[in-house]
């Protein structure tokens, strides 16, 4: 007679998912991707925080926090970012346009795209990404800049069939991220 064993597989529960506590030789076998996340004027701690969290997801380089936008160390932030504050590197810019400069400079082949609906935006479905790239995302309410508009390469956004003609800028930004990796 066959005997059949159950393996067990048990799922990691809530507390084991949101707590990371990474040792300095977990960060040291991170591989950083080419992958750049400017951040203009984006209010919600919280989303600041969820962009932390997608960021480390997709081992980004680095995360420009600018204009307005709440830098860590602030509660809001760390909550969302259940820890990915720490450890994912980022930097306060006065603008998003000086980011943007930062970025061309730093990687010479960079292309950046601002994620937002506009005249001349592209469905990012017809957009082929490759590393090193950067990706703008604006306040929750205006969106990003003129400004910065004015210096990335290419708008590009993600087609609306509701009634709703937006999303969540960490949804948007999640979307576009896992498809350029």
Request: proline share 4%; with cysteine.
């Amino acid at each position: 007679m066959l005997r059949m064993t159950r393996t067990t597989n048990p799922k990691l529960g809530a507390k084991e998912l949101r707590a990371s506590q990474p040792v300095e030789a977990d960060l040291k076998k991170i591989k950083r991707r080419q992958i750049y996340i400017i951040c203009d004027n984006i209010l919600d701690a919280y989303n600041i925080g969820s962009i932390f969290r997608l960021a480390d997801a997709v081992d980004a380089a680095k995360i420009y926090l600018c204009g307005q936008t709440q830098t860590p160390p602030y509660h809001r932030i760390a909550k969302a970012a259940v820890g990915t504050d720490k450890w994912v590197p980022w930097e306060k810019v006065e603008s998003a346009v000086e980011a943007i400069k930062r970025v061309k400079s730093r990687e010479s082949k960079c292309k950046v795209f601002a994620i937002e609906q506009g005249k001349g935006s592209v469905d990012y479905r017809k957009v082929e990404f490759k590393e090193p790239v950067a990706f703008v995302i604006g306040h929750e309410t205006t969106g990003v800049s003129r400004s910065a508009i004015k210096e990335v390469d290419e708008m590009i956004e993600i087609p609306m069939f509701g009634v709703n003609k937006s999303l969540n800028v960490v949804i948007s930004l999640a979307i576009i991220l896992y498809k350029s990796i």
